[in-house]
């Protein structure tokens, strides 16, 4: 599964509070039924079919009608995945995508010919509120084409704090310190220090895709050059993603059922203490809020350690943008951008705290997490406010291969060597990025 696989597969689990979710009985059909109606504008939202976030979807669309009695809107749905990527794209070339849709920021963004195919709203008076790097994954050099929706999320390791407060042990800020930490919960009993759930395999790349902020901050170019085909993964700084998915095993440090256990498993023996340590992104906490929410308060979570402390960053997913095709004209695209200033005024932004759990921090400064949210969120936004949060690689890179969880399960389970790994997910993205047509491969 690609980075950005992994992603969706884990909103649609976890119920995480970028809005990918829609109205399951629309069907996806264009904005041909918009126009004018009874004096009213109607507008059509595209939005994935995930069933997790349909209630925040509604409420939104719901809000917005109430503010707004002459715009009314209608919510279609598109598939999760290569699927819904693709209809995007047909809908867009065709000229038949609606008014707004909700889709990727970032490399996927990238891919729809922006300047061509979407409005710029780099003029609307939110832009100026958006975080400069959001901006960057909805925009080209040309404008800015998306605006948020939902929050940011990191991809670290969620940890039990009374485990560690009990232990006498420190959130770890290099490698070695963590599998110290690891090695002293081993020996006390008990508990397994890492947590790992290959049943569902997807889960078995945080360790990789966790670690690409530590690869940037030492190699702030790595990801055009990966894109050119100048770096890989079977040499440093990114080799250590899999050196440690090796290590963690090698040592003997996850919890015995690691083959077959899933992330709900995981995300069990994390809220009882019986797991210490476990590698994944940050809004699984709504998961464990629904499932676990007495233990909420005792999990928190920190970056994946690189080497030196100074390279130690988080890796942040940011959140989908909501964007006009320039297909929607006249009324209708006036309506169309007074959804999307809505979705992120301190009205909307209630209606998203409202309706599900944040995974991290909003990207807008018109957007505040509610006074409730756990805790393990502050740790999030540290790193954010320190200036130790860096984007994941696929919103710097088109570039991801099909089968990088097949590998890490391999690497893993002591399958195969590292070097090994590396090499094959080398060779895993050579057919994407030649059909994607990138110079250089």
């Known amino acids: 599964m690609s980075a950005r696989s992994l992603t969706t597969r884990l909103l649609a689990i976890g119920g995480a509070t970028v809005l990918i979710g829609g109205l399951a009985a629309c069907s996806s059909g264009g904005s041909a039924d918009t126009g004018s109606n009874g004096g009213k504008v109607q507008i059509s939202y595209l939005v994935d079919n995930s069933t997790a976030t349909a209630a925040t979807t509604k409420a939104l669309v719901a809000a917005f009608e109430q503010a707004n009695p002459d715009v009314t809107v209608k919510v279609d749905t598109k598939p999760q995945g290569t699927d819904g990527d693709n209809l995007v794209k047909t809908q867009l070339s065709t000229g038949e995508m609606d008014d707004v849709f909700n889709y990727n920021s970032g490399?996927?963004?990238?891919?729809?010919?922006?300047?061509?195919?979407?409005?710029?709203?780099?003029?609307?008076?939110?832009?100026?509120?958006v975080d400069k790097q959001f901006k960057q994954v909805v925009s080209t050099d040309k404008g800015m084409y998306g605006a948020p929706i939902g929050t940011s999320f990191g991809g670290g390791v969620m940890y039990n704090k009374k485990v560690y407060a009990k232990l006498g042990l420190s959130v770890p800020t290099t490698w070695d310190e963590f599998i110290s930490n690891s090695e002293k919960i081993k020996a006390a009993g008990g508990i397994a220090p890492i947590i790992q759930t290959y049943g569902d395999t997807?889960?078995?790349?945080?360790?990789?895709?966790?670690?690409?902020?530590?690869?940037?901050?030492?190699?702030a170019d790595w990801a055009t050059k990966y894109t050119a085909n100048k770096e890989s993964y079977a040499k440093q700084p990114a080799?250590?993603?899999?050196?440690?998915?090796?290590?963690?095993?090698?040592k003997g440090l996850l919890n015995q059922d690691?083959?077959?256990?899933?992330?709900?498993?995981?995300?069990?023996?994390?809220?009882?203490?019986?797991?210490?340590?476990?590698?994944?992104?940050?809004?699984?906490?709504?998961?464990?809020?629904?499932?676990?929410?007495?233990?909420?308060?005792?999990?928190?979570?920190?970056?994946?350690?690189?080497?030196?402390?100074?390279?130690?960053?988080?890796?942040?997913?940011?959140?989908?943008?909501?964007?006009?095709?320039?297909?929607?004209?006249?009324?209708?695209?006036?309506?169309?951008?007074?959804?999307?200033?809505?979705?992120?005024?301190?009205?909307?932004?209630?209606?998203?705290?409202?309706?599900?759990?944040?995974?991290?921090?909003?990207?807008?400064?018109t957007c505040k997490l509610p006074e409730s949210v756990p805790p393990m969120l502050g740790d999030v936004k540290?790193?954010?406010?320190?200036?130790?949060a860096k984007p994941a690689l696929e919103f710097l890179s088109p570039i991801k291969g099909p089968n990088l969880e097949k590998i890490c399960v391999q690497v893993g389970s002591g399958i195969s060597t590292a070097a090994v790994g590396a090499k094959q997910y080398d060779q895993d993205v050579v057919q994407q990025a030649q059909q994607l047509g990138i110079k250089g491969w």
Do not use: R
Not at 321 to 343: C, M, N, Q
């Open 107 to 129: 490399s996927l963004f990238q891919a729809l010919n922006p300047d061509n195919t979407l409005v710029d709203l780099s003029d609307q008076s939110w832009a100026k509120d």
């Open 202 to 219: 997807w889960t078995s790349q945080l360790f990789i895709l966790g670690d690409f902020a530590n690869i940037t901050a030492q190699q």
């Open 239 to 250: 080799l250590a993603g899999f050196q440690h998915l090796a290590d963690v095993e090698g």
């Open 258 to 365: 690691y083959a077959s256990a899933t992330q709900a498993n995981g995300l069990k023996m994390l809220a009882d203490g019986t797991g210490a340590q476990y590698p994944m992104l940050t809004n699984a906490i709504s998961t464990l809020q629904q499932d676990s929410p007495d233990a909420v308060d005792d999990i928190g979570a920190f970056a994946l350690p690189a080497a030196d402390a100074s390279d130690t960053n988080l890796t942040i997913w940011e959140p989908n943008g909501l964007y006009i095709p320039k297909t929607t004209t006249g009324d209708e695209l006036a309506a169309a951008k007074k959804f999307i200033a809505f979705a992120n005024s301190s009205d909307g932004c209630k209606v998203q705290n409202d309706t599900g759990t944040p995974g991290g921090p909003y990207v807008i400064s």
């Open 382 to 388: 540290q790193y954010i406010d320190d200036g130790k």
